[in-house]
Nanobody, 130 residues
Framework: EVKLVESGVASVQAGGSLTLSCTVSGFTFDDSILEPDLGWYRRTPGNECELVSSIGSDERTYYEDSVKGRFTISQDNAKNMMYLQMNSLKPEDTAVYYC????????????????????WGQGTQVTVSS
């Protein structure tokens, strides 16, 4: 069974830092499927599921423009963990954060932009106060 479970301290003042952790387990996709990219999404106040950052098996990374230079994604394959280090946090970073793969747990592709926030864990509420 494929699982991604988030954890992390959830509240901080503006300018502070938080690290989110994600436990990765059970990736037994069909051998013909490439190892998935993993990423952090957040649900915006407008209820959109926004990709914040992602990392590939080749360590290739992506960052949404608003977090570039402030957030760092990393993974520890030996520990089956993925992390999001968030520095210089702003009130607009307040959201529920989800770790997710680039496809659904059953290996099928997403069919809507909101699915990554619904398909995996419960998410972690991050609140940045001004």
């Amino acid at each position: 069974e494929v699982k991604l479970v988030e954890s992390g301290v959830a509240s901080v003042q503006a300018g502070g830092s938080l690290t989110l952790s994600c436990t990765v387990s059970g990736f037994t996709f069909d051998d013909s499927i490439l190892e998935p990219d993993l990423g952090w999404y957040r649900r915006t106040p407008g209820n959109e599921c926004e990709l914040v950052s992602s990392i590939g098996s080749d360590e290739r990374t992506y960052y949404e423009d608003s977090v570039k230079g402030r957030f760092t994604i990393s993974q520890d394959n030996a520990k089956n963990m993925m992390y999001l280090q968030m520095n210089s946090l702003k009130p607009e970073d307040t959201a529920v954060y989800y770790c997710a793969a680039d496809r659904k747990p059953d290996g099928d592709p997403y069919h809507s932009d909101n699915e990554p926030c619904d398909a995996w864990g419960q998410g972690t509420q991050v609140t940045v106060s001004s």
